[in-house]
T-cell receptor, first 118, second 113 residues
């Protein structure tokens, strides 16, 4: 079944640890995104990718990094976690219709990873 | 630059009554508008979108939205609210170009039995 997956769903970790949040999609989408969201609050775009070997920074300054080596995989890494990184991280993907403008397509979201840094 | 405003942080409505969640947008070209819903501890679920054509768009779970170009609005509506509709609702816009969606701040809908 085509879907978008995020692991882990919940993570509690100590300050200074390196962590990687995983995001995979089986929909063959070219575009992928990472958003940061405090509980019940607005979404902030932190990274996105148009395809393999493409990564862009979003609107919110972030100390995280991303990579896009494979179409289906878009991991987000924090080299040294801090309490200020405590938040929910949402991954999304979308496709460009062949011949279409690319602006039409909705983004599909994963279930999110709730990160707590102690 | 494109932007979206959701003027209400919270909307309360009695079960069975009609509901409206407001959204206004600002883009330089033609807007592509979306509504998403988020339940607690979940990701966002797509509800509906306006691309072109009829100004009234029907989506999932009985929701609909009306595109009003003159008022630059895209309000979400449902004729009869259910308690299970209680959630956080996000409006989003994308204008021409290969850019990510821009989201509003969200509106929390509470439907009271």
């Amino acid at each position: 079944e085509a879907d978008i997956y995020q692991t882990p769903r919940y993570l509690v970790i100590g300050t200074g640890k390196k962590i990687t949040l995983e995001c995979s999609q089986t929909m063959g989408h070219d575009k992928m995104y990472w958003y940061q969201q405090d509980p019940g609050m607005e979404l902030h775009l932190i990274h996105y990718s148009y395809g393999v070997n493409s990564t862009e920074k979003g609107d919110l300054s972030s100390e995280s990094t991303v990579s896009r080596i494979r179409t289906e995989h878009f991991p987000l890494t924090l080299e040294s976690a801090r309490p200020s990184h405590t938040s929910q991280y949402l991954c999304a993907s979308s496709e460009v219709l062949a011949g279409g403008p690319g602006t039409r397509n909705e983004q599909f979201f994963g279930p999110g990873t709730r990160l707590t840094v102690l | 630059a494109q932007s979206v405003a959701q003027p209400e942080d919270q909307v309360n409505v009695a079960e069975g009554n009609p509901l409206t969640v407001k959204c206004t947008y600002s883009v330089s070209g033609n807007p592509y508008l979306f509504w998403y819903v988020q339940y607690p501890n979940r990701g966002l679920q797509f509800l509906l979108k306006y691309i072109t054509g009829d100004n009234l768009v029907k989506g999932s779970y009985g929701f609909e939205a009306e595109f009003n170009k003159s008022q630059t609005s895209f309000h979400l509506k449902k004729p009869s609210a259910l308690v299970s509709d209680s959630a956080l609702y996000f409006c989003a816009v994308r204008e021409s170009g290969n850019t990510p969606l821009v989201f509003g701040k969200g509106t929390r809908l509470s439907v009271i039995a």
